[in-house]
């Protein structure tokens, strides 16, 4: 009994040897294997030391090695030619991974705004808390329907805040690049441009084609939007308004005597002069020459009292303009008043 049992014994441990000595490149390969995902080194493949089914399993294995590393490192390449790009180009870019919520904030991003490299974290919220307040619920909600699919692409202008306290205009861009199986997003990328020369050349042009370039008053274009949204106020709201026409009486004499300058300087107190007479809701226009209009909005629905209260504002503009005017022009140093 003590013999067999020895025996036994003895044949379990040379089968158990021999399953082990053949297994042991399955093993090692399970092994590379399993540590695939957490890898972050160039793969090196296995050594083929038989030339069996297990070989040609080891090799199989290596050829699919070299072969995830050709496809990492041509998706590395281009991950690199794609940022330089977007660099070069002086946008900034962000890379925003919706299934943890962090996002990547590129150097030129953060640079844009007057941030270092180490002021801003990765979260969301880093981008999200410099939105301007008038421009953040329509800012996500534009985002939000890119996530949803309700829009193929994101692309906003907003304004966001920099670290010295002022806003900056930028073209906030981007596009879901993938989703998982349930089809929730999972990955958004997007750049951002500065727009703030733009946004100042467009509100410089829109106030040099709606603005009379010597009052800076709405000239009669703006006077013509203004009335036609003021009409329409009116007949929602049902309350009356008023139009006032004005002329500054002996202009031209003033204007022939003294000049034009003086002529010009008198048209710029006179239209300071209507604008304090009148609330922030009214327009004062300069439809030309020596002529302004007052345009009164949203008085009463009395028709009676409409009109007394337009009355109440002409006599204080009539007073206003009566007042008497000193005009100082400097020529060469010298001072000429009027």
Known sequence: LLATLLLTLL????????????????LAAAKTLAALPDANQH???????????????IGGFNRLLEILGQREEALRDSEYRWKFAIEGSC???????????TVFFSRTWKQMLGHAEDDIGNRPEEW??????????ATLAAVQDCLDGKTPVYVKEHRVRCKNGSYKWV???GILVSRGEDGKPLRMIGTYTDITERKRMEDQVHHMAFSDSLTNLPNRHL??????QAMAASKRSGCHGALMFLDLDNFKPLNDEHGHDVGDLLLIVAADRLKKCVR?????????G???????????????GSAAQAGIVAEKIRLALSEPYLLTIRHEGKADTT
Request: net charge negative; proline share 5%; hydrophobic share 40%.
């Open 11 to 26: 044949a379990g441990g040379l089968t158990w040897w021999m399953i082990r000595r053949q297994l042991a490149p399955m």
């Open 223 to 228: 006077l013509h939007d203004r009335l036609t």
């Open 43 to 57: 793969l090196q493949p296995l050594p083929v030391t038989r030339q069996d089914e297990i070989g040609d399993l």
């Open 280 to 288: 922030q809701t009214d327009t004062v226009a300069r439809f030309g």
């Open 128 to 137: 999200e808390n410099r939105l301007h307040p008038e421009d953040k619920a």
């Open 91 to 101: 946008d900034g870019l962000w890379d925003w991974n919706v299934a943890n919520r």
């Open 171 to 173: 073209l906030d861009r």
């Open 290 to 304: 020596d002529e302004f209009v007052v345009m009164l909005s949203e008085l009463d629905v009395d028709r009676a």
